[in-house]
């Protein structure tokens, strides 16, 4: 038997948070495991300065966190501090930063319009940060506009070392090259990637689609995670299938399809928008989750909020409207102030409530009006009648 004393420490990436119930999250691979009050003792005196036999912890549990990568075995003391971030109830796991109004390009479906030139104040950003370490987020996605243009997203990607959240870069793609990569702090990129070359040119503008799939491949040779988001469209349908086979084999972590909405540039659009009915079996396609769920009474983004470029708290990009307030005067009391959005009307009462979820419910007034069924998911559940 090994008598030396071994350490147990929280590896690198990984972190305590306290949501509806205590978590361990790895934001390396964004796995969020659940644990019982007792495994939450235990991992926050998993310092380095701690004995196993001071800890004593439950053998296969030691062991399943050996495997899962969420704890290291140390044979001297090397101190660290355990970070635990306590959060609200419902609490805020997924926050969009929209960081600019500017982009490069002109895309005919752009749900936020013309571009404009307004940015988010550094000092601000740098707040936000430190307040979403604070409440236990999850995943912080920056988007835009183009984030790439932000003037200050190096001052940005410098602050993101070392966060106890996922870092996510939302972007078109046509900026990022191998050098920009080997700076980023962001452990996910996300691609704008609406179809193959064909359906995303037509949409995004002539060779966007070959400057796209460059940065895809340069970020995977990188070895950070990439995800890629696309719009489905008129033009597109078609190249769905391809597109997906494509994406899988290239080693792309998940592929999410969204249903376009008539604002912004897409208002003016609408030919390009399939009937709900053609689009809803192509969401069969897709793999991976995004951050839009609801849960226990609450619609969709129950764990989801937006911050324009002003500061402004609002549930998500389309609900700009339903607002906390600046969070100028912290991220916690404008979460608290943000109404909360329980499900409604025909959904309340239908019998798919559970896997659904009510789907999107900006989705669901524009088409139903409010409190009304989101249609596509209606279809897709073999529910529209
Ligand atoms: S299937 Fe349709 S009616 Fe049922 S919960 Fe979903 S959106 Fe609402
Ligand atoms: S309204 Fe749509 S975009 Fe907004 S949180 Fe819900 S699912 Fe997401």
């Known amino acids: ?81 355990v970070r635990v971030g306590i959060n609200e109830l419902p609490s805020l796991r997924y926050l969009m930063v929209e960081v600019t109004e500017r982009c490069n390009l002109r895309c005919r479906h752009c749900y936020l319009g013309e571009a404009g030139e307004k940015d988010m104040d550094p000092d601000l950003l740098l707040r936000l940060l430190d307040d979403l370490d604070d409440i236990g987020g999850l995943r912080l996605m920056i988007t835009g506009g183009e984030p790439v243009l932000y003037p200050h997203f190096q001052c940005l990607n410098r602050a993101l070392a070392g966060r106890t959240f996922r870092p996510v870069l939302i972007t078109n793609g046509t900026l990022i090259d191998r050098s920009l990569l080997s700076t980023l702090n962001f452990r996910e990129i996300q691609f704008s990637l609406d179809g193959l070359e064909e359906g995303h040119d037509f949409l995004r503008g002539k060779g966007s689609f070959r400057r796209t799939l460059e940065a895809v491949r340069e970020t995977l040779v990188s070895g950070k995670e990439v995800s890629v988001a696309t719009v489905l469209h008129r033009k597109n349908m078609h190249e769905l299938e391809k597109l997906g086979r494509f994406l899988r084999d290239m080693g792309v972590h998940s592929w999410t399809l969204e249903y376009p909405v008539a604002m912004g540039r897409m208002a003016a659009n609408q030919g390009l928008m399939p009937k709900i009915e053609e689009a809803a079996p192509f969401f069969s396609l897709e793999w991976g989750s995004g951050p839009h769920a609801g849960e226990s009474g609450y619609a969709c983004g129950a764990h989801l909020a937006a911050v324009d470029v002003s500061g402004r708290l609002m549930k998500c990009g389309y609900y700009r409207q339903l607002s906390g307030g600046s969070v100028s005067g912290g991220l916690r009391s404008a979460w608290r102030a943000l109404p909360k959005m329980r499900l409604e009307g025909v959904c309340a009462s239908c019998t798919e409530r559970e896997g659904c979820g009510g789907g999107c419910r900006f989705r669901a007034e524009l088409m139903d009006g409010p409190g009304g069924r989101d249609l596509l998911m209606c279809a897709r559940l073999g529910m529209l009648s």
């Not at 310092?47 to 004593?56: M, P």
């Open 1 to 81: 038997m090994d008598l030396r004393p071994a350490y147990p420490r929280l590896q690198d990436g990984i972190y305590l948070k306290q949501l509806e119930r205590p978590c361990v999250y790895d934001t390396r691979t964004d796995e969020l495991y659940e644990l019982s009050p007792e495994a939450m003792v235990f991992l926050s005196h998993c310092d380095g300065a701690h004995t196993i036999s001071n800890l004593q912890p439950e053998e296969h549990f030691l062991a399943y966190c050996l495997e899962e990568g969420i704890l290291e075995l140390l044979s001297r003391a090397e101190p660290t501090v």
